[in-house]
C-alpha cells in the first residue's frame, strides 16, 4: 500500500486495493480470501466519515474514486459469474451459504439439467 499524508487518501487507497483482493479471489475463486476481505472492507467502510470527506489532493482523490469504481465494477461482474458459475462448487467445498438480493444468507437451489447415464 502506498503511504500518503492524507488520510482519506490513505483510506480511499485502502478501499481500491481491498476491492481489487476481491476481485481477484472472485477470479481464482479463493474462499479464504473472499471470508478474509470481507472482514476487511467491512471494518475499512466503518473508517469513513462524511464530516471528514475532505482532501488536500483533490486530483488525486479523483484518480483513487475512478479506480475504486472500475475494481467494484469489475467485482460486481464477477460476483455474477462467481454466484451462477462457481457458487455451488465453493458451496460443496466450504459449506458456506450465499448472499440473496436483501443482502442476508441464504440457500440457493443448485439448477441445470441432469443427465441420467446407463451403463
Same mark, same amino acid.
Given at each position: 500500500? !502506498? *503511504?500518503?499524508?492524507?488520510? @482519506?487518501?490513505? &483510506?480511499?487507497? $485502502?478501499?481500491?486495493?481491498? #476491492?481489487? /483482493?476481491?476481485?481477484?479471489?472472485?477470479?481464482?475463486?479463493?474462499?479464504?480470501?473472499?471470508?478474509?476481505?470481507?472482514?476487511?472492507?467491512?471494518?475499512?467502510?466503518?473508517?469513513?466519515?462524511?464530516?471528514?470527506?475532505? !482532501? *488536500?489532493?483533490?486530483?488525486? @482523490?479523483?484518480? &483513487?474514486?475512478? $479506480?475504486?469504481?472500475?475494481? #467494484?465494477? /469489475?467485482?460486481?461482474?464477477?460476483?455474477?459469474?462467481?454466484?451462477?458459475?462457481?457458487?455451488?462448487?465453493?458451496?460443496?467445498?466450504?459449506?458456506?451459504?450465499?448472499?440473496?438480493?436483501?443482502?442476508?444468507?441464504?440457500?440457493?437451489?443448485?439448477?441445470?439439467?441432469?443427465?441420467?447415464?446407463?451403463?
Amino acid at each position: 500500500m !502506498a *503511504t500518503h499524508t492524507d488520510p @482519506l487518501l490513505t &483510506r480511499v487507497e $485502502r478501499l481500491c486495493e481491498t #476491492l481489487e /483482493r476481491i476481485g481477484d479471489a472472485l477470479v481464482s475463486v479463493d474462499a479464504d480470501a473472499l471470508l478474509d476481505t470481507e472482514e476487511t472492507l467491512a471494518q475499512l467502510l466503518a473508517t469513513f466519515d462524511a464530516s471528514s470527506a475532505s !482532501a *488536500t489532493d483533490a486530483e488525486a @482523490l479523483k484518480a &483513487r474514486i475512478i $479506480r475504486a469504481r472500475a475494481a #467494484l465494477l /469489475r467485482c460486481h461482474r464477477l460476483g455474477g459469474c462467481f454466484t451462477s458459475v462457481a457458487g455451488a462448487r465453493l458451496r460443496q467445498r466450504s459449506g458456506m451459504t450465499l448472499y440473496g438480493s436483501a443482502g442476508g444468507f441464504v440457500d440457493h437451489q443448485v439448477s441445470g439439467a441432469t443427465v441420467k447415464v446407463n451403463v
